[in-house]
């Protein structure tokens, strides 16, 4: 039996410790497809939050009565279910958004943070747990979603959310609102991100030594 | 005429990897030796074809004659999935020799989202069946080449002094956005 963590954790660890993006590079796809601007981002990400949570329960409760053999099968059905709901609800509610992420909501079924979680965590865990990890994965993919949104749109049009930031004097860098601009503001932070790891495991063992 | 311009719209100007990111996460994977990316390379464009006429057929036969179009999605997907199998188990007995070459990959495409992708772009433009076929050859040539370009840019960085927070991921992605910026001057050619 291995050692229980707390429930507290189960959410904490994906806003940072096995951050999607930061930590796993996984669900690049839609990261870089949608984040042109901020609101794009925060809508991309509340629907893989949604479509990640309620795939992790429902894998969770039926994980005893999958066999093994079909069990990738059986999730990306699953999956491709709530990835249909967000569909049709966003094409019913929300059309222009729903144009502006184009094929990119239903390509939600094949960004591989939600099988991966399936995968590694839900198929394996009880239900209150998967839906703390989904919960936990889904917000820190829509923080880095906004935040990769929001530097784009900052200096692409020099507004956040529609809202002006910078003032009319400053020259907009085109880069960032074409593709290119994507690849490598998410490089960047990327690199960053790896930085600040170092930084913080180089402290740590310093502490360590210190204290000993 | 615009059998042509489809192909190298989807090829150049709009290429897959490069101004869609479709296909980025065995881009990142694949791209760190020639070899295998043009493996790859060919398996995709194999299957893309395959998976564009398939998903035409279901399209247009299935779907729109019984107005299930509400099906889109878990249809395709398990269509490329079953596919994928069937077209892995095809060569294994046809060809040793070409399964050996492909490898790994071919499993590894059902997961690429790229495949999707051309399925659901070539449903929403409304191309006929040879003009998706032509869609899909275009993609996929577009996507071999991206990764092969990248390939050789990155055995190249490997003798590169990258600092180190930089090293894999983050350098790729660099390097793919300067890649996106030289495929937009191909923006002109139609």
């Not at chain 2, 090829?11 to 760190?32: D, E, Q, R, T, W």
């Amino acid at each position: 039996m291995k050692k229980q963590v707390s429930l507290h954790y189960e959410f904490l660890k994906g806003l940072w410790e096995i951050h999607p993006i930061f930590k796993q590079a996984l669900g690049l796809c839609p990261t870089l497809a949608v984040t042109v601007s901020a609101i794009n981002g925060l809508a991309m990400g509340l629907a893989t939050t949604f479509v990640l949570i309620f795939s992790s329960v429902i894998i969770s409760s039926i994980r005893k009565i999958v066999p093994n053999q079909v069990r990738i099968a059986t999730f990306i059905l699953i999956i491709s279910t709530f990835v249909t709901i967000v569909d049709l609800v966003m094409k019913a509610k929300f059309p222009e958004l729903s144009k502006a992420l184009g094929p990119f909501i239903p390509l939600i079924v094949v960004n591989c943070l939600i099988l991966g979680r399936a995968e590694a965590f839900a198929s394996k865990n009880k239900i209150f747990r998967s839906f703390l990890d989904a919960l936990g994965n889904g917000t820190g993919f829509l923080l880095a979603l906004v935040v990769l949104g929001s530097i784009r749109e900052l200096l692409g049009t020099r507004c956040i959310f529609g809202f002006q930031i910078l003032p009319d004097g400053f020259s907009t860098w085109m880069v960032m609102i074409l593709p290119a601009g994507a690849f490598l503001t998410l490089g960047l932070l990327l690199g960053f991100a790896n930085a600040y790891t170092k930084w913080k495991k180089e402290k740590s063992e310093k502490e360590i030594l210190i204290t000993n | 005429m615009d059998l042509i311009i489809i192909f190298i719209g989807a090829a150049l100007i709009n290429n897959f990897v490069l101004s869609y990111f479709l296909g980025i996460c065995p881009f990142i994977g694949v791209s760190s030796k020639i070899s295998s990316a043009i493996s790859m390379g060919l398996a995709v464009i194999f299957v893309m074809t395959i998976t564009s006429i398939v998903s035409w057929l279901i399209n247009h036969l299935i779907l729109i004659p019984y107005h299930l179009e509400f099906l889109t999605i878990p249809s395709f997907i398990l269509v490329i999935a079953s596919l994928v199998q069937f077209v892995e188990m095809v060569i294994k007995k046809v060809s040793s020799a070409i399964y050996r070459a492909l490898g790994i990959f071919l499993p590894l495409i059902t997961t690429n989202c790229a495949i999707l992708g051309l399925a659901l772009f070539a449903q929403m433009r409304d191309y006929s069946l040879i003009e998706s076929i032509i869609f899909a050859l275009g993609a996929g040539s577009g996507f071999t080449l991206a990764l092969v370009i990248m390939a050789g840019i990155r055995e190249e960085l490997e003798l590169a002094n990258v600092p180190e927070p930089f090293q894999g991921a983050p350098i790729t992605l660099i390097v793919a956005g300067l890649l996106a910026l030289t495929f937009m001057g191909f923006a002109g050619i139609i």
